[in-house]
């Protein structure tokens, strides 16, 4: 089964510490900073049985021009109305704020599924913001804490009756075939005449390519011409994109996976 989940929030409420506890690795980056992601990190998740692609966003926050914050904040709602479902995290240390209450308006018209979440509740801290949390009516909340990982089996039990809903729909909409090949055991197989494997990308193992140079000469965007949409965030301000951002593409049917990279700064002489 596959469906896309989204992690969609205002800054810092943990949504990167989740999207790596998801997929199994540290590949976002976390930092007690607010405003640390920026584009858009897809990656295959696994919760229990299921598999999903999860998306981590940028933090939502309650700007509307072309700052740089305004920018990240057209990127996520694109992202919302992309995916199959969005997890809405709030601080439940903090408690519901205007900015979320803006927010879960904007979810409940334009998303598909909304499930919420009141992230950082261990301990008595967090019970007041997850009480909080159903005032903002998109049904009862999960108590989370994605850095303990707690919360986990309950997400899992939310999660599963919609991943059995995308599978049927999957099933339904998937042609018919009357040979299932392996590639595989198609590449592993395959040598040339030096007796070197001859790999052939497929969707388990594509052709993995790399953009790197200085800061601002433009590898996002040349990403997102390549793509033939904005996915990643783009703009005149230097270093905008921080860390390794991947995101799988098929040019001419060839399976392939891009990765913008933070801009390369010359090691200053001591």
Not at 1 to 18: C, D, E, H, Y
Not at 142 to 159: F, P, Q, T
């Amino acid at each position: 089964m596959s469906f896309t989940l989204a992690l969609v929030g205002r800054p810092n409420v943990g949504k990167s510490t989740l999207f790596n506890r998801l997929v199994g690795k540290r590949l976002a980056l976390v930092d007690d900073q607010p405003g640390v992601t920026r584009d858009l990190r897809e990656a295959e998740a696994r919760l229990g049985n299921l598999r999903f692609t999860v998306v981590d966003t940028a933090g939502l926050e309650n700007v509307t021009d072309d700052s740089l914050q305004g920018r990240m904040r057209r990127l996520t709602e694109r992202a919302v109305e992309m995916v199959d479902v969005c997890l809405f995290m709030i601080d439940a240390r903090v408690g519901v704020t205007p900015a979320d209450e803006i927010f879960a308006d904007i979810l409940r018209r334009r998303a598909r599924h909304v499930i919420l979440a009141a992230n950082k509740a261990e301990g008595n801290a967090g019970e007041g913001g997850f009480l909080e949390a159903y005032s903002l009516g998109l049904g009862e909340p999960i108590r989370l804490s994605a850095e303990h990982g707690e919360g986990m089996d309950e997400l899992y039990h939310v999660i599963r009756p919609l991943a059995e809903t995308f599978e049927e729909r999957a099933q339904a909409e998937a042609p018919e075939t009357d040979v299932a090949i392996d590639e595989d055991s198609e590449a592993d197989d395959t040598t040339d005449g030096a007796g070197i494997p001859d790999w052939t990308p497929s969707e388990k193992r594509p052709l993995q390519v790399a953009v790197i140079g200085r800061p601002n000469a433009g590898k996002s965007t040349l990403i997102n011409q390549i793509i033939g949409e904005e996915r990643l965030l783009t703009g005149p301000e230097a270093g905008i994109t921080r860390d390794s951002i991947s995101l799988p593409f098929s040019w001419g049917g060839t399976p392939m996976r891009l990765f913008d990279t933070a801009g390369m700064r010359r090691k200053a002489r001591i």
